[in-house]
């Protein structure tokens, strides 16, 4: 048991964890998707606009998957390891990618574009997209609710007090929409199964979505994730919810 613990570790440990594929999990750990099937309604709006932004693109993954992109798209990402991911892949779809720190003001003119999509955005600057955003333009938004994967986060960081209200919970996503002028469309919350199926996929999921367990590293939670390796051995997958939601805003007309 203890190899196996150790080489499971090992792999996960050593894979790179660049971009927002997540596809090294196939097998290994599983998510419910939400119902609303956020990259078709992209795409379909993406489709319909003249000029977007992706705030916050990761690797580029989920926009380079859309059919089709409007005559001017662009892109912003702050972490290096994605920029010169999603610019490989953008850059063929004619699309351009800036960084940017995640920080406002995001670094275009007042009423640049109709459409601003964003998937699982850290932070979300309101002010700053309805400034971007032209009279009528609308911002679509798959997010992370409040207390996601919760279950994972306290096996090894212990109890999180308030962890279901938060910045991320609907009522501050609400409020925020309403604070920055804009018209609130759609705001639908789901709460969705998540399984992980050994340890190797436990340690690549908190490698990549690094917010989780701040700092981890295997060295540092080794004895947690032996803990954790044990408890589903005997018992089978850990099982905890993510949360997510969706969130559509529109710019008043002029």
Known sequence: MAREFDDLVAEADAVSVDGWDFSWLDG????????????????????AATAALDIQTGGGEVLAGVPRLPPLMAATESWPP???????LLHPRGAVVV???????????DAAFDLVVSRHPVTVWWDEIARVLRP???YFSQQVGPGSAVELTEFFLGPQPGALGGPRHPDRAREGVAAAGLDLVQLRPETLRMEFGDIGAVVYYL???????????????????????????AEGPFVTRSTR??????????
């Open 99 to 109: 960084a940017d720190s995640d920080e406002p003001p995001l670094p275009f003119a």
């Open 136 to 138: 009528g333009g609308r």
């Open 28 to 47: 290994r750990a599983s998510e419910q998707r939400p119902s609303w099937g956020y990259q078709r309604a992209m795409g379909e709006r993406l489709a």
């Open 207 to 233: 490698r990549k979505v690094i917010w989780m367990v701040p700092g981890f590293t295997v060295d540092r939670y080794r004895d947690r994730l032996r803990d954790l390796h044990d408890r589903i051995t």
């Open 82 to 88: 994605n920029l010169a991911k999603a610019t490989a």
């Open 245 to 254: 939601m969706l969130v559509e805003a529109r710019k008043p007309a002029a």
